[in-house]
């Protein structure tokens, strides 16, 4: 049994734009939750403001006679613009996960029932709240959709 002698492999430390890089992603990486929960309170303002713009606009097109006859796409309009209102609520509730504050980052992800680890805490949060977010912002365009038909199918 001859023992072969080990490749030893040069190294260097990184450059410092190399270290900037990773700076920037770290940033990066936290604060895409912050940004999603901006994202969050610009989706509940709009999905307060579209149904009174609703009615508003139709009340100054029509004039005291303005009633719309309710339709099933009235009701679905609604019932869109709470939901896009309630997902973008619960994409501002924090979420308890049970992370591993010794483990920076795993090669693997954490499987069921363990704990996440710092990176997986902060992608896993911005996954979630983007998740909730696109949800709301198709259902508050339906409700968009959903209501220009009402109006636009009466007549």
């Excluded at 430390?13 to 940004?35: C, F, H």
């Excluded at 869109?80 to 973008?88: E, F, M, N, P």
């Excluded at 959903?146 to 007549?155: D, P």
């Amino acid at each position: 049994m001859s023992e072969e002698p080990e490749e030893i492999l040069g190294s260097s430390s990184p450059s410092t734009a190399d270290e900037e890089l990773e700076k920037g992603l770290v940033a990066a990486m936290i604060g895409q939750p912050k940004l999603l929960d901006e994202l969050a309170k610009q989706m509940v303002t709009l999905c307060l403001a579209i149904p009174g713009l609703f009615a508003t606009v139709l009340k100054l097109t029509g004039g005291d006679e303005a009633v719309l006859p309710v339709s099933c796409l009235v009701f679905w309009a609604f019932g869109c613009w709470l939901v896009a209102l309630l997902l973008s609520l619960a994409s501002l509730v924090p979420v308890t996960r049970k992370v591993d504050r010794q483990v920076v980052r795993r090669a693997q992800p954490a499987t069921k029932g363990q704990s996440l680890s710092i990176e997986e805490f902060f992608t896993q949060s911005a996954k979630y709240k983007r998740r909730l977010l696109v949800a709301a912002a198709l259902l508050c365009f339906a409700g968009i959709a959903l209501a220009a038909a009402s109006v636009f199918g009466a007549r």
